[in-house]
């Protein structure tokens, strides 16, 4: 599976937008862009997806870099249950599973 | 509420016993996943099955054994339990249908294991 990489943690205050970054240098053309965030006490939750284009849905938007080897998920106005900790994912192939690093774990303060 | 059902919740055994943790996949999806997530190691892949197949094997331990049947819940059995099983396991069921690659997988709320 190709790698993803995020930072470790970010913070973020409540009501302004967050950006939240994620390389995969090594992603190949079948490889789409997934997005899971993880809730305390939680499983993991889906968020967004993408192959090339811009995604947006109403919990977020996906920007994904003309290359592809760059995408940065946006959170348009954080709210403090939006603290939790994002993975960003390569998914190739149909139906296969899901890899997941350590992901980035986003803090919102009041 | 993702609609995957997961029991038992929370569970507390000893070492060398087994146990077996059952997944109800959403309504109509075909394909089950098995993570496990543990302090250290973060959320790892343990198998995945397609309608009652295996179709992808991840680190699982040979202590593990996991089966989907023919209703599509699942299974997860693991024996001669050590410390180290404590662990968070999840199970996930992909959309309905084939569950194409771009098919978001819903997890449940996960099942507990303490092995003392």
């Known amino acids: 599976d190709a790698k993803t990489t995020q930072p470790n943690s970010m913070e973020s205050n409540e009501e302004e937008p967050v950006h939240l970054p994620c390389n995969h240098s090594t992603i190949s053309g079948t490889d789409y862009i997934h997005w899971y965030r993880q809730l305390p006490s939680q499983g993991p939750e889906y968020v967004i997806h993408?192959?090339?284009s811009n995604v947006n849905n109403r919990m977020a938007s996906l920007a994904i870099a003309e290359d592809r080897k760059s995408s940065t998920l946006i959170l348009h106005r954080a709210t403090l249950r939006d603290a939790a900790v994002y993975y960003c994912i390569l998914r190739g192939g149909a139906n296969s599973k899901l890899t997941f690093g350590k992901g980035i774990t986003l803090s919102v303060r009041p | 509420d993702s609609g995957v059902t997961q029991t038992p919740k929370h569970l507390i055994t000893a070492t060398g016993q087994r146990v077996t943790l059952r997944c109800s996949p959403r309504s109509g999806d075909l394909s089950v996943y098995w993570y496990q997530q543990s302090l250290d190691q973060g959320l790892q892949f343990l198998i995945q099955y397609y309608n009652g197949e295996e179709r992808a094997k991840g680190n699982i331990l040979e202590r593990f054994s996991a089966q989907q049947f023919p209703d599509l819940h699942s299974e997860l059995n693991l024996s001669s339990l050590e410390l180290g099983d404590s662990a968070l396991y999840f199970c996930?069921?992909?959309?309905?249908?084939?569950?194409?690659?771009?098919?978001?997988?819903?997890f449940g709320e996960g099942s507990r294991l303490t092995v003392l």
């Open positions: 996930a069921s992909s959309v309905r249908g084939r569950g194409p690659n771009t098919g978001e997988l819903f």
């Open positions: 993408g192959l090339t």
